[in-house]
Structure formats: structure tokens, C-alpha cells
């Protein structure tokens, strides 16, 4: 007669377990192993420029050049930071670049929203040819447009202006893309019951889709803003010799130049002007990852 599996002991099962699954969950063992050890050194790689630039702008002068360099500050000089933001007008800057980031992440997330609806869900003459004209966008460097933006800002006169630094840069065709590409993952069946139930356009974006798209939206958002404010030559160029509106990378190069000698005070404005880019990835680092990945698994 055949025995009782519950007079069997836990580790006879074990014994008479197939060979083929203990090896495939070791096999799934070491595989996850090896994916920690090499994100792991992925980080480190990503995080020393960081932790040493951090270190650098703590040591006073004298210590930067030794060799081999203090992998810790002993003794660190948190004046190298009031310095920066004092003789570096680090506070109007900072305050140049909010302004001029948030006048171009909202109008590009207003621009993007609209866009990708109409793509993505209407019909009208030449939709394929306007899509594909917007994409060609992406492909034309910033550097080829650069004298005709400039040349229009001028005669606009919207010169050493926020409208000048900002208005170029309301629409991207990457953006529409992305929030398209999102949409249209949206079930059609969807879209019919909305209009079943009265929904009009507006209704259905605002109620239905943008909140099931709210991790592109967010990843857009982040994007946004880390290209708004990392830009440089658009600001150096656009606004002369007006520290009014420069922005804090201008900022950073002037800082450089007046304190060529004092290299932490330097590092220390950068580590200033990084922080609301590190805080920012810091709070939104789900969404974004949720939104890069939202059309991955269907």
C-alpha cells in the first residue's frame, strides 16, 4: 500500500524532492546575487564623484592638493558654504532659476497634456504628418536654432526678460511623445463608456486619463525640470550682462572665476545648486521609475 505523506519526515521530502528544482533555485540564488553585486557597484560608481565633491568642499585649501587625498574631512569647514552663497549672489540665482524652471515645466506640462489627447484619442487632417513633424524635433539640436531664437527674442523684445529665457522652451516634442505613448495604453473600451456616461473631452482627460497617467506625468515633470535647470548657454546668451534674471549656472561660472584660488568654495556653490535636484529625485524616484516603465509590461 502506498505511505502516508504525513508520516513522512520534512527532511526524507526534502531528499526525495526533484534534483531539477534544487537547482534551479540555486541557480535563482546566485543570479539574484550577482544582480545585488553589480547594482551595487553601479551605485558606487555613480555615488564617489558625489561623496568626493561633498569631502572636497568641507577641506580647507591647503588639504585639497595633498597626495593621496583626505577621503574624509577631519576637521571640515562648513564656512566654504556661507562664502559661496554670500560672494557668489548664490541666493538671486537660486531664485532666477525657480522662477524660470517652474514657468517651464508648467508650460510644458500644459502644452504635452493637450497635445498627446489630441494625438492619442482625435481625429483630424494630417494627424500622422503633424506627428511626425513633431518628432523630427527631437532630432534638431539646440545649437542650430540658437541664432533664429535669438534673433526673434530680440525683435520681440523680450530681451534680458523671463520671456525671453522661458517662452522657447514651453513645448517638447518629447514630452508629447511620452504622454502620448501613455494614452493610448488606455483601453478604447474606456474612452466609449466615457461617452456613454456624457463625458466630453475635457471631462474624460482631466477625470480619466490624466489621473491613470499620473506616473508618466510626474517622469515628465522630473525631466523637465533637470533640463530647465541645468541649462546654460540659452541664459548666458539671452541675458547679457543682467545678473537680474541670470540663472545659477551662470552663477556657478562666475563663482568659479572670482574664486579661482579657493576650489572648496567652489565645490560648495555646486553642491548648493545641486540640492534641489537631488531633494527633487529623492521624492519623486517612484514615480519617475513607474513612469518610465508604464509601458514595459501592458
Given at each position: 500500500m502506498p505511505s502516508d505523506l504525513?508520516?513522512?519526515?520534512?527532511?526524507?521530502?526534502?531528499?526525495?524532492?526533484?534534483?531539477?528544482?534544487?537547482?534551479?533555485?540555486?541557480?535563482?540564488r546566485w543570479r539574484a546575487i550577482g544582480s545585488y553585486l553589480l547594482l551595487s557597484a553601479l551605485a558606487l560608481i555613480v555615488l564617489i564623484p558625489l561623496y568626493i565633491t561633498v569631502v572636497n568642499s568641507l577641506l580647507q585649501g591647503n588639504l585639497i592638493a595633498h597626495q593621496p587625498p583626505p577621503l574624509f574631512p577631519v576637521h571640515p569647514d562648513w564656512s566654504t558654504y556661507s562664502t559661496a552663497w554670500t560672494e557668489g549672489?548664490?541666493?538671486?540665482?537660486?531664485?532666477?532659476?525657480?522662477?524660470?524652471?517652474?514657468?517651464?515645466?508648467?508650460?510644458?506640462?500644459?502644452?504635452?497634456?493637450?497635445?498627446?489627447?489630441?494625438?492619442?484619442?482625435?481625429?483630424?487632417?494630417?494627424?500622422?504628418?503633424?506627428?511626425v513633424v513633431m518628432l523630427s524635433t527631437m532630432m534638431i539640436p539646440?545649437?542650430?536654432?540658437?541664432?533664429?531664437?535669438?534673433?526673434?527674442?530680440?525683435?520681440?523684445?523680450?530681451?534680458?526678460?523671463?520671456?525671453?529665457?522661458?517662452v522657447p522652451f514651453l513645448a517638447t516634442g518629447f514630452g508629447t511623445f511620452l504622454l502620448r505613448q501613455a494614452f493610448r495604453q488606455l483601453p478604447k473600451e474606456l474612452r466609449e463608456a466615457a461617452?456613454?456616461?456624457?463625458?466630453?473631452?475635457?471631462r474624460f482627460l482631466f477625470r480619466i486619463a490624466l489621473p491613470l497617467a499620473r506616473p508618466t506625468v510626474a517622469a515628465l515633470a522630473v525631466f523637465s525640470f533637470l533640463g530647465a535647470w541645468n541649462q546654460y548657454l540659452w541664459p548666458l546668451v539671452v541675458t547679457g550682462d543682467n545678473n537680474a534674471i541670470r540663472t545659477v549656472q551662470i552663477g556657478l561660472k562666475q563663482l568659479q572665476?572670482?574664486?579661482?584660488?579657493?576650489?572648496?568654495?567652489?565645490?560648495?556653490?555646486?553642491?548648493?545648486?545641486?540640492?534641489?535636484?537631488?531633494i527633487l529625485l529623492i521624492i519623486f524616484q517612484k514615480q519617475l521609475v513607474r513612469g518610465l516603465t508604464a509601458g514595459a509590461v501592458k
Open positions: 504525513s508520516t513522512i519526515s520534512p527532511a526524507k521530502r526534502r531528499t526525495n524532492a526533484p534534483r531539477g528544482q534544487h537547482r534551479t533555485h540555486k541557480h535563482g549672489d548664490l541666493g538671486i540665482y537660486l531664485r532666477n532659476s525657480v522662477i524660470a524652471t517652474s514657468i517651464i515645466v508648467s508650460g510644458q506640462l500644459l502644452t504635452t497634456i493637450f497635445a498627446a489627447y489630441a494625438f492619442a484619442f482625435l481625429e483630424f487632417p494630417f494627424k500622422r504628418t503633424l506627428f539646440f545649437e542650430v536654432t540658437l541664432v533664429t531664437n535669438l534673433t526673434t527674442i530680440t525683435k520681440l523684445g523680450w530681451y534680458n526678460t523671463f520671456a525671453g529665457l522661458t461617452e456613454l456616461d456624457g463625458y466630453g473631452h475635457f572665476a572670482t574664486q579661482a584660488n579657493q576650489i572648496n568654495v567652489t565645490l560648495a556653490g555646486t553642491i548648493i545648486a545641486a540640492a534641489p535636484l537631488l
